[in-house]
């Protein structure tokens, strides 16, 4: 090993270095720091209706507001796992939390379109610096043998942001200001900065300055790696695509306001953080596998379920399978996400943590602009067949509620039949489309045991033991 390589090492840091109660708190700051992000991706979900009509957006634009934080998101990630190998983890950490916070202040003071997508895209780039740096720490600082009770314990308080974005959002469109969604971000930002700095610093930065590449290509030979690259773009595809046309449906075709709106999406996201929770401690029971299949078959029953639920109007029979769809997405992506990280070198993991979260990233950002895409041509279609105005005109009312108009009741009946039975449809594609990524893998033989990880070059043999016991 060279001398760079060896400083690298000793900065890098383990879990045996912080105390039971300090891997735990580390953990819970991690899980905290993910919250921006996560509160982000799901807050807009009740407020973009009175984003819309506040500042005249098309519904075109108003897409663009949810799809340039994702395709910013996904895009940098990889850059920015590296970037945290390079500069070390908890740097990296600090500046993605600095360059979220000045993004959400762009989007907080925008008065047209191109500067709050602008500040959307410059939140992304924040969260593809943060997430890679977390994931990392996460895995680093949890004790050998525990990576999948720490993974599930952060994946369920991170959840908590995906379960307060829409009834935060909700309430503050309501009774205060849309802008103070955004402006609410800097005030959870600085403490997290000093809580950080007392709690992670005895984890080490975790450096890997040698590092030229985005990617070690040879990463990729890893089956645990292409199984779970796979499997996680596929079925985060349905994902972010229900809770934003949920928080649309929600107020144009039952009548809710946004506070109430996001109250309702609640136990969906909660279903998210159950999931974590119970994930990550099958996998450190039984493994992977089944968790992941049981996960996806899950996501299927439930996207079918939705698709009639839809069509009928019912609150209650809506709610039941968003909840139970979100332990499934959990179940199907904690423990393989695991597996994937803990199967490479404690050097290599804030790459492949990057590698991962691009992966789940990309299947939102698709799942966002395809089913999006296919729910907003399959409204127009809807309206254009049965009413005598402007579908354009009639959808733009359904999108935004809380906008007066001067159509006609039944031609607004209209629209919000087609948003019910455009969303069903989709929620059916998506459904065909998990199933399918599901038998694809098992064809591929991606559930193939893959054995104990390569030794790494260099390594000693305490430290291949620790990397095996990871695993």
């Given at each position: ?27 819970f ?21 009175t ?5 005249e ?15 910013s ?43 709050i ?27 050998p043998?525990?990576?999948?009770t ?21 309430v ?70 229900i ?14 306001t ?69 332990i ?9 996400n695991?597996?994937a ?16 979260t ?17 729910t ?57 489309i ?38």
């Amino acid at each position: 090993m060279d001398t760079e390589s060896a400083s690298a090492v000793a900065d890098g840091g383990n879990s045996n270095q912080l105390s039971k109660r300090g891997w735990k708190v580390s953990i819970f700051v991690l899980a905290m720091a993910s919250l921006v992000t996560a509160i982000d991706l799901t807050i807009i979900s009740v407020a973009l209706p009175t984003v819309e009509n506040d500042l005249e957006l098309s519904p075109a634009a108003g897409q663009w507001v949810v799809n340039a934080y994702l395709i910013s998101f996904t895009v940098m990630l990889i850059p920015g796992g590296m970037l945290g190998d390079r500069i070390g983890q908890i740097r990296g950490l600090n500046l993605g939390l600095l360059t979220f916070s000045l993004g959400s202040l762009m989007c907080a003071i925008a008065g047209d379109e191109t500067l709050i997508i602008a500040g959307r895209a410059v939140q992304g780039l924040g969260a593809a610096v943060l997430m890679p740096c977390i994931q990392a720490l996460v895995t680093r600082v949890a004790p050998p043998g525990k990576t999948g009770t720490a993974f599930g314990i952060y994946a369920a308080v991170s959840s908590v942001g995906l379960a307060a974005g829409p009834l935060l959002g909700g309430v503050i469109v309501e009774y205060v200001d849309w802008r103070w969604i955004f402006y609410i971000n800097p005030l959870i930002l600085v403490p997290l900065l000093l809580l950080v700095r007392v709690y992670l610093r005895e984890a080490g930065e975790g450096i890997d300055a040698g590092r030229k590449r985005l990617v070690d290509w040879a990463l990729l030979k890893r089956p645990s790696l292409r199984s779970g690259l796979w499997l996680i773009f596929f079925v985060r595809i349905p994902l972010i695509w229900i809770f934003i046309y949920s928080g649309i449906y929600f107020q144009s075709v039952l009548g809710m306001t946004p506070a109430t709106a996001g109250l309702a999406i609640l136990p969906g996201i909660a279903g998210i953080a159950i999931g974590g929770l119970v994930s990550g401690r099958l996998k450190d029971k039984i493994g992977w596998r089944k968790p992941t299949v049981a996960g996806f078959i899950g996501v299927v029953g439930c996207l079918i379920l939705l698709g009639f639920a839809l069509t009928w109007e019912s609150y209650v029979a809506i709610v039941i399978p968003m909840f139970i769809l979100g332990i499934a997405v959990n179940m199907a992506t904690t423990p393989v996400n695991v597996h994937a990280i803990t199967d490479a070198d404690e050097l290599q993991r804030g790459m492949i943590s990057g590698t991962m979260t691009v992966s789940a990233q990309a299947g939102n950002t698709v799942g966002s602009i395809v089913l999006g895409g296919i729910t907003n041509a399959l409204v127009l279609a809807g309206i254009t067949a049965t009413a005598g105005y402007s579908a354009n005109e009639i959808y733009s009312q359904v999108q935004h509620p809380a906008k007066s108009s001067n159509l006609p009741q039944a031609a607004l009946d209209s629209g919000q039949q087609a948003l019910a039975d455009g969303m069903a449809t989709a929620s059916f594609i998506g459904a065909a489309i998990v199933l399918a990524a599901l038998l694809l893998a098992w064809a591929m033989r991606m559930f193939k045991d893959p054995g104990a990880p390569p030794a790494k070059s260099g390594q000693s043999a305490a430290g291949s033991d620790a990397a095996s016991a990871a695993a």
